[in-house]
């Protein structure tokens, strides 16, 4: 579609009546003054398109720039809206949205980039921080903070992508902004958009259909967005009927409108499983699926691992947290020491048994008693209580499928190489600590007790040092390369570090004391992943873990739901947008909201509400 420019600003830039294409937006951003711009539209216009188009054009130049130029140029990054709670301020939501988005990026950094002005802000959404027919308090409250968005007294450059008609209401606009307004597809477009969409001999029969809705001034009034020609397309090649997207007697535009929406939108899931090259997922399980996600996310747009726990029911998964968090490393631990003592149970219980009949005699009665509270009554406390406040993303994150390529695997050994160097210092420390703990400071260790204290000292120091090698060997170079995945699995990886750098200290001192060194690494294997989880590695894996169980077995999602994901991705039902899913329209979202407010029971997904 053609794009309409007009300023606003004190500096006219075209008349009203000038035009531009995608390609130009760029171009006529880059002359804007002092770089504020507002992408106006109607629903399904394009407006998210034409921010992403803008964001590539951006990054393109900026290539081009010299490296000095290039610097201190802002890089062109965009943000849902829909998170920002406006009670807080802009540039402290920008941070932490910021180091939420890029893998390795802390919130402090994040801050200064901030700060330094090397961010331009794409802020996608503002007519979605309200919800529909209500005061739009929140994007008011938006407009009041971007219009004091200022570096002394000058305006800092920002984007922002809205609805015409809620942009109107709001009373306010975007100071020092020029606009953009996507202007409804005409007939001509529309024919020619469909012509070349059914060009293909298999789509003769929809040609029919199409002819024939075409025929119709009221049809072609309404499908005046992008978004409308996609469903358009889709539905009529699933062989829905023409008929039902013609006006009905004396039906009035509004409901006509309405019922057209209601129609393609109701019949786009099921089309889009049906027409997908990959049947493994029938219709009825995709809006199953779907359904759960949408009411899920509720106002926001962004569909993340870390939070489809939730899908499960708050409370369910908290207590399937709390009881994962004690018994899942006390089973590690107890398979740890079961190889340790040749996989001997009754020797073990023996010994249980006898630590239990002795709890309240010798100097270590109260080392027992605290370690048994914390396993039995503080664990499961910290499990359900922390499950909502776990961090977004793991400081340190790590791409298993690096260990697919040779440049991976080389970067994997530097990292370890680089953390065992790092290490070396820890030595001495754990060698001194070691010989305290073991033999105390009343007498001087013997010949003996000394290689003693250095063997386990080593163990103990490069253990550690080896674990954190491993996580910055596996760390992405570029830390824009954050996908979907990445934060569940590079938390799992960060915990399986901690557990092989357990199984290599657990065999330098199995074979010490002259136990098998293979009962010692499955020893050490075990109880570093006991121990990881109880200190908090692992959590936000168990975390999602727990939620996808408890959703699963419910029916809500699929057991293997990042496979659905894409699967879905593929079929044109989600869109990709950095480390997120989302709906391929905002429209789709709410329409699968409003199915599961209007069914009785939910469509049996036993959601929370």
Request: with cysteine; hydrophobic share 45%; aromatic share 6%.
């Amino acid at each position: 579609a053609n794009l309409t420019f007009q300023s606003q600003g004190l500096v006219q830039f075209s008349s009203a009546s000038s035009r531009g294409d995608l390609e130009s937006v760029a171009d006529y951003y880059a002359n804007a003054t002092p770089g504020r711009m507002v992408v106006l539209g109607e629903p399904g216009a394009g407006k998210t398109v034409l921010a992403l188009a803008l964001i590539c054009r951006l990054l393109e130049h900026r290539k081009t720039l010299a490296e000095r130029t290039r610097s201190s140029t802002p890089v062109p990054v965009r943000f849902d809206l829909t998170g920002w709670d406006t009670g807080g301020g802009l540039e402290d939501w920008l941070a932490q949205a910021l180091a939420d988005r890029f893998a390795g990026l802390s919130p402090e950094s994040a801050r200064a980039l901030i700060h330094a002005n090397l961010v331009l802000p794409v802020l996608d959404g503002l007519d979605e921080m309200d919800l529909p027919d209500s005061e739009p308090t929140r994007g008011r409250a938006a407009i009041t903070q971007l219009n004091r968005y200022l570096a002394g007294s000058q305006l800092l450059p920002v984007v922002v992508t809205c609805r015409q008609q809620e942009y109107d209401q709001l009373g306010d606009e975007l100071a020092g902004a020029v606009e953009v307004i996507i202007n409804p597809l005409n007939p001509e477009q529309i024919h020619t958009y469909m012509n070349h969409e059914l060009a293909s001999r298999s789509d003769q029969d929809v040609r029919v259909s199409w002819d024939s809705l075409s025929q119709h001034d009221e049809v072609l009034g309404l499908l005046a967005t992008p978004w409308l020609l996609t469903m358009l397309a889709v539905y009529l090649r699933d062989g829905g009927p023409a008929a039902d997207l013609t006006p009905q007697g004396a039906e009035q535009h509004d409901a006509f409108r309405r019922r057209v929406w209601e129609v393609m939108l109701d019949k786009y899931i099921p089309a889009r499983t049906r027409s997908s090259d990959d049947t493994r997922y029938s219709p009825e399980q995709v809006i199953r699926w779907s359904t759960s996600l949408a009411v899920n996310l509720g106002d926001e747009v962004d569909i993340l691992l870390t939070d489809t726990w939730r899908v499960g029911g708050r409370g369910r998964v908290r207590a399937a947290h709390a009881v994962a968090s004690v018994f899942v490393p006390v089973a590690l631990i107890v398979i740890g020491v079961l190889a340790l003592n040749g996989w001997d149970y009754q020797h073990v219980i023996d010994q249980v048994r006898y630590s239990v009949e002795h709890l309240d005699t010798g100097p270590s009665r109260w080392f027992n008693a605290v370690t048994a509270i914390y396993l039995f009554a503080v664990g499961p406390l910290l499990g359900t209580l922390t499950v909502d406040n776990i961090g977004p993303s793991p400081s340190r994150p790590m791409v298993l499928g690096h260990l697919r390529t040779r440049e991976g695997r080389r970067q994997l050994a530097a990292g370890i190489r680089g953390g065992l160097r790092r290490g070396r210092p820890l030595v001495l420390v754990a060698v001194v600590a070691v010989g305290v703990a073991v033999f105390g400071v009343a007498r001087t260790p013997s010949a003996g007790e000394i290689a003693l204290m250095l063997v386990l000292g080593i163990a103990f120091a490069l253990a550690p040092a080896f674990a954190f090698g491993l996580m910055g060997g596996l760390a992405p170079r570029d830390p824009s390369m954050t996908g979907p995945t990445n934060t569940v699995y590079s938390d799992l990886a960060s915990l399986l570090a901690i557990g092989l750098s357990g199984g290599i200290g657990g065999g330098l001192v199995a074979g010490l004391a002259g136990k098998p060194p293979v009962a010692g690494i499955a020893f050490g294997l075990a109880g570093g992943l006991g121990v990881g989880l109880t200190l908090g590695f692992g959590a936000i894996w168990m975390r999602y873990m727990c939620g996808l169980g408890v959703a699963g077995f419910g029916g809500a999602l699929p057991v293997r739901l990042v496979k659905y994901l894409r699967w879905a991705h593929q079929a044109g039902i989600l869109r990709r947008s950095g480390p997120a899913y989302q709906f391929r329209h905002i429209t789709l979202r709410d329409h699968l909201q409003a199915q599961h407010q209007d069914t009785p029971d939910g469509l049996g997904l036993g959601l929370p509400e």
